[in-house]
């Protein structure tokens, strides 16, 4: 639910005429106390093909709690915050990680 709220916020500012300025990469979020992962299309700042599963061919990986990725895509915790204590793990280029940051 998390991952498809951020695929339909983008899917609104790309409506609005205000894409984010993202790669287009394969994306991957891993949710380990779920024990499940979701992974997505970035195309052109919007979030295309989310579905379940694990994909060895993605780009961008992040490995986030349940709790804290629905906290992060709610604005209750900073994207920053949770990636300095940890709670949010990306496995990315650091300008992929600084783009990437911009979308959550």
Partial sequence: ???????ARLDRLAAEGRPPR???????CRIPDLETAFSG????GCLRDVGEGHRDDAQ?????????LVAVTEGRLS????WTS????VD???RDLLRVRSLL
Avoid: M, Q
């Fill in 92 to 94: 990315a280029s650091v």
């Fill in 22 to 28: 993202a790669p287009d990469r394969t994306i991957l």
């Fill in 79 to 82: 994207v920053l915050s949770a």
């Fill in 41 to 44: 299309e970035l195309r052109d």
């Fill in 1 to 7: 639910s998390a991952f498809r709220t951020i695929a």
């Fill in 60 to 68: 961008i990986t992040l490995t986030v709690n349940s709790d804290d």
């Fill in 86 to 89: 940890g709670r949010l793990k």
